[in-house]
């Protein structure tokens, strides 16, 4: 989980790089048809058809639609936002999978978990300050992205409960994605130039790569156990943004991410104890 964290924050950061010369329809679709072929590349021929053999075919669907939905609304987000408020903002989604485990999954949520729901509310609200920035009427993206992010979270685990494997999951992720913008970046295509292919190439590359660490996450541990690992990718945010962009956060933001970090580390202290 960790890993597909600070990965995610590469696919973000490598999707403001993009932002600037590409349409939205591009760099979505960059995501799912550049990372399929990567995945079929890898597996042997003779198992492709097993790859996309599954018991739940709609779970699979609605999980593919789902990061589709993600990657409109943040690549919408990093385009007019600092990548570490909008990855902060994002992380509303998954407070929401602590405050959903039960009633979707059946799992047992411990006050330690909705006080960390609490306080990570606060602290996206202390970033996002709503109507009181000049481009705050553009957190609604991340804000869209965050409640399509917890629900990724919650049908990948459900997945997990009913012996999918990763690698279906992801197979069907990329597929449906890949289905689902090619129409989308076909009527909103711009000219690309070669460096922007390589960017669109490893776009696609470390997307796979994150979905994938996080489907064999969700199929090994509960929901509740592994939505505070997913902080890592504010760190990867506030790296990237700092070092390419030069988009340092403010003493808000740096407030907010404690905030987070924190109710992360006391629900894992928690259920520890």
Sequence with gaps: MSVSAFIFGAVDGLSKLLADTQAVGQIVWARYALALPVLLGTTRPTAWVSLFRT??????????????????TMVLGVRYLPLAETTV??????????????PFLGERVRLSSWIAVIVGFLAVVIVARPGFGELSKYTI???????????????????????EKPVTTLAWTLLVGCIASTPF??????????????????????FGFAQLSMARAFTHAPAAVLTPFSYVQIVSAVMFGAFVFGDVPDAWTF??????????????????A
């Design 55 to 72: 018991n739940a075919p709609g779970l699979q669907i609605a999980r593919g639609l789902t990061p589709l939905m993600i990657s409109i």
């Design 141 to 163: 993206f991340p804000f869209i992205a965050a409640l399509f992010y917890g629900l990724l979270q919650l049908v990948t685990r459900r997945l997990g409960e009913k012996g």
């Design 185 to 206: 970046a076909i009527v909103t295509w711009t000219p690309v130039i070669a460096t922007d292919w390589l960017l669109m190439l490893g776009l696609g590359i470390v």
């Design 255 to 272: 407030l907010g991410i404690a905030m987070i970090v924190g109710a992360g580390i006391y629900v894992v202290r928690n259920r520890a």
């Design 89 to 102: 903002i994002l992380f509303l989604g998954p407070f929401l999978v602590v405050a959903l485990a039960a």
